[in-house]
């Protein structure tokens, strides 16, 4: 069992949509959540850090950790073409030290 | 503020050679972590430096090492290159063990 599950998609919605994506993990010890996007041929960018359960909203974005079921989603709000890009969560901390894993990634694309 | 930098953006080499790719973390930033993302895969930990020291390591071959400089700048290095070894190299950096990771635009290492 991988420590992070994430469904590679694609995921295909129309603009304006409200966009869903999740991850599942087994290592309890994780503290720090993260989602990063990644355009084609780019660095993965920063999107939500969050530590402990609970919601984190930021602009269209909200990040959501619920760590009794080890399953955190980031949602997207009023969807964009420009939001078209690969999703990856990623997680931290605990006995692992601060070695991120990631998750394999969800790509996204909004249709116009 | 000046990014995660990468060099070079790009390297060809055969099989057998040795690549070395180069990071400079954001000023202030003291770790240092690489990443393999190889074509349709996540990204997949390599080693993570801090202070001057290794500090985890990914389950890669010992063909795969690196090293911090005392201006926390770092540089992986991968002898006996195989086919496998194409993929992008990320670099990130990230402030004292947070686990927050600022990424580079990485560097595109092709082996024929």
């Known amino acids: 069992q991988k420590e992070v599950e994430q469904d590679p998609g694609p995921l295909s919605v129309p603009e304006g949509a409200i966009v869903s994506l999740n991850c599942t993990y087994s290592?309890?010890?994780?503290?720090?959540f993260m989602w990063y996007r990644q355009y084609s041929r780019k660095g993965p960018e920063l999107l939500m850090y969050?530590?402990?359960?609970g919601n984190k909203e930021d602009g269209r974005f909200t990040a959501q950790v619920d760590k009794s079921s080890k399953y955190i989603s980031l949602f997207i709000r009023d969807s964009q073409p420009s939001d078209s890009a690969t999703y990856l969560c990623?997680?931290?901390?605990?006995?692992?030290?601060?070695?991120?894993?990631f998750g394999a990634g969800t790509r996204l694309f909004v249709k116009a | 503020e000046a990014g995660v930098t990468q060099s070079p953006t790009h390297l060809i080499k055969t099989r057998g050679q040795q690549a070395t790719l180069r990071c400079s973390p954001i000023?202030?930033?003291?770790?240092v972590y690489w990443y393999q993302q190889a074509l349709g895969l996540g990204l997949q930990f390599l080693l993570w430096?801090?202070?001057?020291?290794?500090?985890n390591r990914g389950n890669f071959p010992p063909r795969f090492s690196g090293r911090q400089f005392p201006n926390y700048s770092s540089e992986l290095n991968v002898n006996a290159l195989e086919l496998e070894d194409s993929a992008l190299y990320l670099c990130?950096?990230?402030?004292?063990?947070?686990?927050?990771?600022?990424f580079g635009e990485g560097s595109r290492l092709t082996v024929l």
């Open positions: 000023s202030g930033h003291t770790s």
């Open positions: 430096y801090d202070e001057g020291e290794e500090r």
């Open positions: 990623a997680m931290t901390g605990g006995t692992g030290g601060f070695k991120t894993i």
């Open positions: 969050t530590y402990s359960s």
């Open positions: 290592n309890s010890a994780f503290q720090y």
């Open positions: 990130a950096s990230s402030p004292v063990a947070t686990g927050e990771l600022f």
